[in-house]
């Protein structure tokens, strides 16, 4: 119990807590601007070869979060243009850096707000949405304030879901961003690390803490649906 109480209190058990929050914080803003923007375009356009853009948005989903890694790395990568020009832009290449854990996070938990995303929009009546363009207002305002209040609920999942996914972000984040400790050691590659290590007291916090976070987020959810 003393073993416990004494990681609890230690900057070895907070630093990834902290570190995982920020990462699923940070990648959450992104995910939620570019999923209800992106949910609201597929939900409403036609055009040739939609299934197979669907389809390219959805698999992360699907594919292992190793092959994900292996795509970042590629893409970023430091002898890949992207990578090069980030290098000489910030000075430094953003593998193995917080925001390589960032950009993991938000590739992998993308998919899950552009689904629910899509799926609110899609169910609204186009009849009310075209009844505010024809009383003045504009692609954008009826978007604001028609659109996204009918859709709150499925957006406000898609949220939530994409959050835990984030924060549980495991493969691509240790291939990408790698498990530095106090720098790009998030609380899933510090469980990995600790149960490796046989350190079963900080692992054992460490998924409660994620357990713990998770929780109250997926209850958020349900709450709101009475």
Do not use: C
């Given at each position: 119990?003393?073993s ?20 699923a ?21 036609t ?6 853009v669907?389809t390219?948005i959805?698999?992360p989903?699907?594919l ?27 000075d ?8 390589a ?21 899609a ?12 009383d ?10 028609l659109s ?51 350190n ?11 357990m713990?976070?998770?929780?109250f ?6 709450l709101?649906?009475?």
């Amino acid at each position: 119990m003393d073993s416990l109480l004494n990681n609890l209190g230690s900057a070895e058990f907070w630093a990834p807590v902290q570190l995982s929050l920020k990462v699923a914080m940070l990648s959450s803003v992104f995910i939620i601007l570019l999923g209800t923007l992106t949910g609201r375009l597929m939900a409403r356009a036609t055009f040739r070869g939609k299934a197979a853009v669907e389809t390219l948005i959805m698999l992360p989903l699907v594919l292992p979060p190793t092959v994900v890694g292996f795509f970042l790395i590629i893409i970023f990568g430091r002898n890949s243009i992207i990578g090069q020009g980030i290098e000489q832009l910030f000075d430094q290449p953003v593998i193995f850096t917080w925001w390589a854990a960032v950009i993991a996070s938000l590739v992998v938990a993308f998919p899950l707000m552009y689904q629910t995303a899509k799926s609110g929009f899609a169910d609204i009546d186009s009849a009310v949405e075209e009844a505010g363009r024809v009383d003045g207002g504009s692609e954008w305002k009826v978007f604001l304030y028609l659109s996204v209040p009918l859709a709150a609920r499925s957006l406000l999942s898609g949220s939530v879901l994409s959050f835990a996914r984030a924060l549980g972000e495991f493969g691509a984040t240790f291939m990408f961003a790698g498990n530095i400790p106090g720098q790009t050691q998030t609380i899933p590659t510090a469980i990995y690390v600790a149960l490796d290590s046989g350190n079963m007291h900080l692992a054992w916090l460490w998924v409660g803490a994620i357990m713990l976070i998770s929780f109250f987020m997926l209850l958020l959810v349900q709450l709101k649906k009475w």
